[in-house]
């Protein structure tokens, strides 16, 4: 399957993308609680989701109202806050993510430093619910295991107040946080792109493309946005069927001769955190006879440049070759859920499921939902296994 975020229409925000979602499939009553309890970490704020008419298109719109407004909040002390949220890890880093994007164009924009750098609207509350929101509901959808295709955003135009005066559309941060993607300016003297729309979708793309590709639409999504025009101000997500069984992956290599077993494996951790979709040490001879190894990454192209920084920064190498744009056959994959009775409670495993040509290649759980059996009932892989199959 294939995601398709097209804003190429009105833009882009971050309640735009929740409304989409919802669109989609994504369950109001558990995200109206995420996003209350965690935008809580700054303020209060209501959640609530009506279906309306955006000049004849039938659209979610996700309205946050801010309760109480409290004073802004610095980058780090937002992620201190998010961290000690009782969420997914996932959903966690991807958010966290999705902030940094945020802070690091604000920093080069003012000229500070992401310690120095604080946040007023998109540190307030009602950010911090479209951010985490989003990724939430990107997340209980399985979105995260499909290829996200992003069309050129459409950013408007003018002027827009904001809490550093008067700025030209698109807003300084909104450049910067897409630099390198596409984007075109109107069809509206407004703004259509914030920055918080900018950068879930700039984190959450693993491709951009000027248009879209061939394909077979299963279903579209329609996210609303607050203000009214001449046109239908909405964002789509379209949800495809891949009419094809390929990919494309980086390659990232370097050889390694100097680092420890231990140092190695925290390598290992570190690499798969930040998103690389595989990581792999082959043993080898280098020059001069000397043992070492040969370490291995596949990547999306969005993850690319922090991978490589990784490696860097971890391995002290002086050298990393990059194969960019490989092709990679797939198998078609859908995640079933299914749910077990063990010793008098009820778990729930996913089985992510292979197909070629319609015929079933393979069936296998989840490796941390057999972990999490296996450590609540104090019992081996193996025995879990057992038990489900």
Same mark, same amino acid.
């Given at each position: 399957?294939?995601?398709?975020?097209? @804003?190429?229409?009105?833009?882009?925000?971050? !309640?735009?993308?929740?409304?989409?979602?919802?669109?989609?499939?994504?369950?109001?009553? #558990?995200?109206?609680?995420?996003?209350?309890?965690?935008?809580?970490?700054? $303020?209060?704020?209501?959640?609530? /989701?009506?279906?309306? !008419?955006?000049?004849?298109?039938?659209?979610?719109?996700?309205?946050?109202?801010?309760?109480?407004?409290?004073?802004?909040?610095?980058?780090? +002390?937002?992620?201190?806050?998010?961290?000690?949220?009782?969420?997914?890890?996932?959903?966690?880093?991807?958010?966290? !993510?999705?902030?940094?994007?945020?802070?690091?164009?604000?920093?080069?924009?003012?000229?500070?430093?992401?310690?120095?750098?604080? /946040?007023?609207?998109?540190?307030?509350?009602?950010?911090?619910?479209?951010?985490?929101?989003?990724?939430?509901?990107?997340?209980?959808? %399985?979105?995260?295991?499909?290829?996200?295709?992003?069309?050129?955003?459409?950013?408007?135009?003018?002027? &827009?107040?904001?809490?550093?005066?008067?700025?030209?559309?698109?807003? @300084?941060?909104?450049?910067?946080?897409?630099?390198?993607?596409? /984007?075109?300016?109107?069809?509206?003297?407004?703004?259509?792109?914030? @920055?918080?729309?900018?950068?879930?979708?700039?984190?959450?793309?693993?491709?951009?493309?000027?248009?879209?590709?061939?394909?077979?639409?299963?279903?579209?999504?329609?996210?609303?946005?607050?203000?009214? /025009?001449?046109? @239908? !101000?909405?964002?789509?997500?379209?949800?495809?069927?891949?009419?094809?069984?390929?990919?494309?992956?980086?390659?990232?290599?370097? %050889?390694?001769?100097?680092?420890?077993?231990?140092?190695?494996?925290?390598?290992?951790?570190?690499?798969?955190?930040?998103?690389?979709?595989?990581?792999?040490?082959?043993?080898?001879?280098?020059?001069?006879?000397?043992?070492?190894?040969?370490?291995?990454?596949?990547?999306?192209?969005?993850?690319?440049?922090?991978?490589?920084?990784?490696?860097?920064?971890?391995?002290?190498?002086?050298?990393?070759?990059?194969?960019?744009?490989?092709?990679?056959?797939?198998? #078609?994959?859908?995640?079933?859920?299914?749910?077990?009775?063990? =010793?008098?409670?009820?778990? +729930?495993?996913?089985?992510?499921?292979?197909?070629? %040509? $319609? =015929?079933?290649?393979?069936?296998?759980?989840?490796?941390?939902?057999?972990?999490?059996?296996?450590?609540?009932?104090?019992?081996?892989?193996?025995? &879990?296994?057992?038990?489900?199959?």
């Amino acid at each position: 399957m294939t995601i398709i975020i097209d @804003p190429q229409g009105s833009g882009i925000s971050g !309640n735009m993308i929740i409304g989409a979602l919802v669109d989609l499939g994504a369950d109001t009553s #558990k995200l109206k609680e995420v996003m209350e309890t965690s935008a809580g970490i700054v $303020g209060d704020v209501d959640v609530t /989701f009506e279906k309306i !008419n955006k000049k004849g298109i039938d659209s979610i719109h996700c309205h946050v109202e801010i309760l109480d407004k409290k004073d802004h909040v610095h980058y780090t +002390e937002l992620v201190d806050k998010i961290n000690a949220l009782d969420l997914d890890e996932d959903v966690k880093i991807t958010s966290l !993510n999705i902030f940094k994007r945020i802070a690091i164009a604000e920093s080069k924009v003012h000229g500070k430093s992401l310690e120095e750098i604080h /946040f007023h609207e998109v540190g307030a509350s009602d950010a911090v619910a479209d951010v985490i929101g989003s990724v939430w509901a990107y997340y209980s959808l %399985n979105l995260n295991e499909e290829k996200i295709i992003g069309l050129p955003i459409a950013v408007g135009g003018g002027q &827009v107040k904001t809490a550093h005066g008067i700025l030209p559309v698109p807003v @300084p941060a909104v450049v910067e946080i897409l630099k390198g993607l596409n /984007f075109v300016g109107g069809p509206v003297a407004s703004e259509l792109a914030t @920055p918080t729309g900018c950068a879930i979708y700039a984190e959450l793309c693993d491709e951009i493309r000027e248009f879209i590709p061939q394909t077979k639409m299963d279903k579209v999504g329609y996210g609303a946005g607050r203000k009214d /025009f001449d046109h @239908p !101000n909405v964002l789509r997500i379209i949800q495809s069927k891949d009419i094809n069984e390929s990919d494309r992956i980086d390659v990232i290599e370097t %050889n390694i001769d100097h680092l420890t077993g231990e140092e190695i494996g925290y390598l290992f951790d570190i690499l798969l955190d930040a998103g690389a979709s595989d990581v792999s040490i082959t043993p080898i001879i280098m020059k001069k006879n000397r043992q070492g190894s040969l370490l291995k990454v596949i990547s999306k192209k969005s993850k690319r440049d922090e991978l490589v920084d990784l490696i860097f920064k971890h391995t002290g190498s002086l050298g990393i070759r990059i194969a960019p744009n490989l092709h990679r056959g797939l198998a #078609k994959r859908e995640f079933v859920k299914k749910t077990y009775e063990i =010793e008098g409670d009820e778990y +729930e495993v996913t089985y992510k499921i292979g197909y070629v %040509n $319609g =015929e079933i290649i393979s069936e296998r759980p989840e490796y941390e939902d057999l972990k999490k059996i296996a450590n609540e009932k104090g019992m081996s892989l193996r025995q &879990v296994k057992e038990l489900i199959k």
